[in-house]
């Protein structure tokens, strides 16, 4: 158990739908990353954030946005949603805001049909 | 440019040794990762280089060569469940320290 943890674990909903993905840090921990994992493919960055402050960005869509909040946890919004975007979605937090080993949760596995 | 490179697939016998090589390249060079992902669950963190040198710990070993944009994880005494992908990820400084992934080498155990 990595003490990240993330929520739903299963998701399926229509194409043109929003969806919300969650996820908490390991206690003490500031920094929070999205990764997308299409299906047999490699890890792909989303966005990290630092303690609240967006602190790195990659290539992530228009379509989709993130926030931090005080309490340190951290949204994925996913909206207008296509069949790509069917993936595993993962979670991970450090306690750096650069660097330092990356803590991932269990992904939340998003399916649209 | 970010780029990084590993086998796609790789396929070992069990007890045997495989060692599975990562280039990259990176505006501003600052650590590599190692870490192992079987199907469908989370990658697990295995082994940090920054330094030029060799990593050991237990059966896996992880080696850097940073002037060469080079590394490679080496798994010794091969287990079945060994059989995984293993993601190599580089810091790049330039990016804000951003960690960047490969695409991963999944490598098969056959008894």
């Known amino acids: 158990d990595s003490g990240v943890t993330q929520t739903p674990k299963h998701l399926i909903t229509a194409t043109g739908q929003r969806v919300t993905l969650r996820c908490s840090p390991r206690?003490?921990?500031?920094?929070v990353y999205w990764y997308q994992q299409s299906l047999d493919q490699g890890l792909q960055f989303l966005i990290q954030?630092?303690?609240?402050?967006?602190?790195a960005k990659g290539n992530i869509l228009e379509r989709f946005s993130a926030q931090q909040f005080p309490d340190l946890h951290s949204e994925l919004n996913l909206s207008s949603l296509e069949l790509g975007d069917s993936a595993l979605y993962f979670c991970?937090?450090?306690?750096?805001?650069?660097?330092?080993?990356?803590?991932f949760g269990e992904g939340s596995r998003l399916t649209v049909l | 440019g970010q780029n990084i490179d590993q086998p796609t697939e790789m396929t070992a016998t069990e007890g045997a040794i495989v060692q599975i090589n990562c280039t990259y390249q990176?505006?501003?060079?600052?650590?590599l990762f190692w870490y192992q992902q079987h199907a469908g669950e989370a990658p697990t963190f295995l082994s940090y280089?920054?330094?030029?040198g060799l990593e050991e710990k237990g059966r896996f070993s992880s080696f850097l060569s940073r002037s060469k944009g080079y590394s490679y994880l080496l798994l010794k005494e091969l287990q079945m469940k060994d059989s995984a992908s293993y993601l190599c990820?580089?810091?790049?400084?330039?990016?804000?320290?951003?960690?960047?992934f490969g695409g991963g080498t999944r490598v098969l155990v056959k008894p």
């Open positions: 991970a937090s450090s306690v750096e805001a650069g660097g330092g080993e990356l803590f």
């Open positions: 206690s003490g921990d500031l920094s």
């Open positions: 954030y630092y303690n609240g402050e967006e602190r």
């Open positions: 990176t505006s501003g060079f600052n650590g």
């Open positions: 280089n920054v330094l030029d």
């Open positions: 990820a580089v810091i790049h400084k330039a990016a804000g320290n951003k960690l960047t």
